[in-house]
């Protein structure tokens, strides 16, 4: 049963359309991220996000912008889509670890497949 | 800057084969280290995770030690089974609570 739920799971569009790929998570984490996944499988971090209003840019450069007004939710938006958009893009959460200091596990969404014309 | 490297693909092994994996990484300060699954049509899972130096994960007979010395994480399997076939991601946590994943190897297990 997922607790991180991504819409849409595929999505086939044109150039210049705009487009919102929907994430929302149901165990409370406070921080969220996007990582984009291409062809080859390598996962590269978009965004991420520590709490509500706390976006980040991440090690990939995106035109993609991302919003944080609830917990539970991290849209991530393409103003202007174009077919170098294409990808698999992923959308993960984890809970802040408490002491003594554990690891940030991530949850993972199923992913939007993304396909620009 | 953090990075992970981990060995090229795809590996093909045949049913009841020993597996490894090889990962590194570099860090600054002593990161977490994690290897996620991503099975055909699934998304990412954690398969295991190791916090400390000389930490062992292990979860479905899969094993995998934090080695601080050789900066590695080299996954294991003693027998791999037809359903081990999927891609596995090798991953550390950086100082700010970032994520960041190695280039994922592919394994094909037949029978």
């Known amino acids: 049963e997922a607790d991180i739920y991504q819409t849409p799971r595929y999505l086939v569009i044109g150039t210049g359309k705009k487009i919102t790929l929907e994430c929302s998570q149901t165990?409370?984490?406070?921080?969220m991220y996007w990582y984009q996944q291409d062809p080859g499988m390598e996962l590269h971090l978009i965004h991420y996000?520590?709490?509500?209003?706390?976006?980040e840019k991440g090690d990939l450069s995106s035109e993609s912008t991302v919003s944080r007004i609830r917990t539970e939710h991290f849209p991530l938006t393409l103003e202007s889509a174009r077919p170098s958009h294409t990808s698999q893009y992923l959308c993960?959460?984890?809970?802040?670890?408490?002491?003594?200091?554990?690891?940030?596990?991530?949850?993972f969404g199923a992913g939007s497949r993304l396909t620009v014309l | 800057g953090d990075s992970v490297t981990q060995m090229e693909g795809p590996v093909t092994l045949s049913e009841e084969a020993f597996l490894t994996i090889n990962c590194t990484y570099t860090?600054?300060?002593?990161?977490?280290l994690f290897w996620y699954v991503q099975y055909p049509g699934e998304g990412l899972q954690l398969l295991l995770k190791?916090?400390?130096?000389?930490d062992k994960g292990s979860n479905k007979g899969f094993e995998a030690t934090y080695r601080k010395e050789t900066t590695s994480f080299h996954l294991e399997k003693g027998s791999v089974q037809v359903s081990d076939s999927a891609v596995y991601f090798c991953?550390?946590?950086?100082?700010?609570?970032?994520?960041?994943f190695g280039p994922g190897t592919s394994l094909s297990v037949i029978p």
């Open positions: 993960a959460s984890s809970a802040s670890p408490g002491p003594p200091a554990g690891a940030n596990v991530l949850t």
């Open positions: 165990m409370g984490h406070d921080k």
């Open positions: 996000s520590y709490g509500v209003n706390s976006t």
């Open positions: 860090a600054t300060g002593y990161p977490s």
């Open positions: 190791a916090t400390k130096a000389d």
């Open positions: 991953a550390l946590e950086t100082s700010y609570d970032k994520v960041i």
